[in-house]
């Protein structure tokens, strides 16, 4: 081999192992988001990042964030804010590229999942104790102790300051369902089924009529939106995701087998249909364009997201259980810091979430702003007289069907895709619900560290 | 046949070559080395940072438990030992090899078969077919993916309708989602090589074909004794991009399928951003891309010598 093509041979080999180092030791990666200078403040002082995933219109929405920095800087003028917005596509890679690279921001907006039990877990985050004063403990305490308990470690370290938080529930397009019929087997003013034996015959009804391409699709090409998959079958006879104590999974116990069994032969029968290659947002789409009758991954703020793409009425409702109460997943966002060791910063970096959560007036602005819910009781309806006040009531409703917070569990990551895998095996491979969800049980728990 | 062209220079005895050094000063020799040198050094720079040494890091952190919290303990062989036992990588690896060995013949042949149909027409036409097929190539790989997800949608895609399959799931089903990646992978790959390959038979001697015409060459003669060498650095630089690119197959996969339905399009190239940005293992990573690495250097070692056989 002469050297021409030694050096053409060396150079492929190259440019895959450069590919590959990309993800590890201090090597700079270009994934991760230049800031962008949206802040205003003074010139000189305290210059802190923010980066933040699109929770509501706090994702993607400039100038509506610039309004809250504007107000940040008028009673903190020498700390200047600069966000830049992530996607849940390409996010994680940033988050971790930065990492990595030794380039975090200073204050990342997500939730436990992320903040507590991934990057906290691994000592990226500097520990928010100090805002969780009594006082802030007792207001969000009064609306949730699960909040409270998902934003700190095992060990007592809280790695998060919340803002807001939703339950993730189901919708149907109302004017199929009472076209069908199916309508009857909806309590309107609880917004639950009344039962799972009428979710069954109300999907049925909805597949008779023949109104629409599919009454419902179990998406299963991906993790995105998984909470939705998770509900459907936990609820539907009573199952738990995982134990109380957020040490193993429970996946493959009797009821979420019986759940995932009933599913299969609702896909088989063709009243729901199984599908590998759509996510949470195909599955949204397919719901909004009429193609199904039902999405399995809803909330208030997607429901402002897809209100002008809708030519029906979609129509919020917890999923279906056979239980006394649908126990719901749901999402707790706020605010962490990355320990970036510079305690001019980490300081600057609290103040600002300080205010952006606790500030009266600020507060509830910036709760609006996510198209969730306050965690801070003293918060009290932060829709009240708004134009989302209707909307809102509709959701509100659901509130108190929060189910356990159990995604700050070790091995989040890995059983995420262990999920998807598993739907995968059982609705498109046609595998024993038993021995998949017994696979997915053990390598799950596998992964708890 | 095709003569290697050596250069005169190079042809020429050392102590010949030595004498032409030999007119010039010390001092001017050493200033015309380092000028040499200085209009290097911004390229080398950036070879040396950017895939040099990405590539010794690569190396040594795969022998290394290193993930989202640093360095976590020397582990020798064991991300090497790990990778062969792990069913997902042996299924990536399958997947991979699939899309190399079906996708690099089919791009490589149907674009010397497209080059040779539309070399001879008018200039115009010729670019006009140029354009089209290098349309994909310049096409953001997300719109193309997307166009394609909507093509193959189970309930409103397009590829349903013609068809008559209605509901069919052609991402979804396990049997079909690999063959989707490659097809439209065979379409995002056409582009390059269909231009090397005009220009290249653009390039042939036509006195050599004339007189092998008036010999009594019948035109497969003459495209494989007189075209198929002279255009065989042309094969030999598109075989090799093909199969790196084919290797190194991932935006298709993250967009479409996930690896799924159950890892049926995983490829090494997916599973290590899987590792490496989901799970933050990247020491793991690190080995798989050593691996992956090391199976495009052997399959491009294959091909220059295969070539090479060829070009006699």
Known sequence: M???????????????????????????????????????????????????????????????????????????????????????TNGDTQVTSAITAGNTPDIIMEGPERLVSNWGAAGKMVDLSDLWTEEATADIAAVSESVVNACKSNDGTYYEYPLCMTTHCMAINKEVFEAAD???????????????????????????????????????????????????????????????????????????????????????????????????????????????????????????????????????????????????????????????????????????????????EQGPESVRLSGFFPVRASQGDVYAGTEDEARMAEFQVMMPYLGDYYNVIGGWTEQRTNWFNMLQQIFVSGEDVQTAADNFVEASNAAIK | MEQKSVPAAAKKPKK??????????????????????????????????????????????????????????????????????????????????????????????????????????????????????????????????????????????????????TGFNWLGNPKTAIWCIIMILFTTSIGQPIVLYVAALGNVDQSLIEAAQVDGATKLQVFWKI??????????????????NSFQCFALIQLLTSGGPNHATDTIMYYIFDMAYKYQRFGYANAMGVVLALIIAVFSAVQFKVTKTDNG
């Open chain 1, 2 to 88: 002469n050297l021409k093509k030694a050096v053409a041979l060396a150079l492929a080999t190259g440019m895959t192992l450069s590919l590959a180092a990309c993800g590890g030791g201090d090597a700079k990666t270009s994934g991760t988001p230049a800031p962008a200078a949206s802040g205003s403040g003074a010139a000189t002082g305290t210059e802190i990042t923010m980066w933040t995933y699109p929770i509501g219109k706090w994702g993607g929405t400039e100038a509506k964030v610039d309004e809250i920095i504007a107000a940040f800087n008028a009673e903190y003028p020498d700390i200047k804010v600069n966000v830049e917005f992530l996607d849940y």
């Open chain 1, 182 to 360: 199916a309508m009857q087997y909806i309590n309107d003013e609880t917004r639950t089924w009344n039962s799972t034996e009428d979710f069954l015959k109300a999907i049925a009804a909805v597949k008779a009529s023949g109104q629409v391409a599919t009454p419902g699709i179990i998406y299963c090409g991906g993790q995105g939106g998984d909470q939705g998959t998770r509900a459907l079958v936990n609820n539907l006879y009573g199952g738990t995701y995982t134990n109380a104590d957020h040490t193993e999974y429970t996946a493959n116990s009797a009821e979420n087998v019986k759940a995932l069994q009933t599913l299969s032969e609702q896909v088989k029968a063709g009243n729901l249909t199984a599908d590998a290659s759509f996510q949470a947002a195909d599955e949204l789409q397919a719901f909004a364009n009429g193609t199904a009758a039902m999405t399995f991954c809803w909330n208030a703020s997607n429901q402002a997201q897809y209100a002008s793409q809708v030519s029906f009425t979609p129509y919020a409702v917890a999923f279906p259980t056979d239980q006394e109460t649908p126990a719901l997943c749901g999402g707790i966002w706020g605010f962490g810091i990355f320990d970036n060791g510079d305690e001019a910063k980490i300081e600057a970096a609290k103040t600002f979430i300080k205010f952006v959560c606790d500030d009266a």
């Open chain 2, 16 to 165: 010949e070559r030595r004498s032409e050094f030999s007119g010039m000063s010390k001092a001017l020799v050493r200033r015309e080395t380092i000028s040499a040198y200085l209009f290097l050094l911004p390229s080398l720079i950036f070879f040396v940072g950017f895939v040099v040494i990405p590539m010794i890091i690569c190396v040594v952190y795969s022998f290394l438990d290193y993930g989202l919290a640093g360095f976590e303990g020397f582990a020798g062989l064991n991300n090497y030992i790990e990778m062969f036992q792990d069913k997902v990588f042996i299924r990536a690896f399958w997947n991979t090899v699939l899309i190399v060995v079906v996708a690099v013949p089919t791009v490589t042949a149907f674009s010397l078969w497209v080059s040779s149909a539309i070399c001879p027409m008018k200039a115009v036409t010729r670019s006009f077919f140029r354009c089209v097929f290098y349309l994909p190539v310049v096409t953001g790989t997300v719109a193309v993916t997307v166009v394609w997800k909507w093509m193959f949608n189970p309930y409103t895609g397009l590829l349903n309708q013609i068809l008559g399959t």
């Open chain 2, 227 to 244: 075209k198929w060498p002279q255009i065989m650095p042309t094969t030999l630089y598109i075989l090799v991009i093909t199969t790196i």
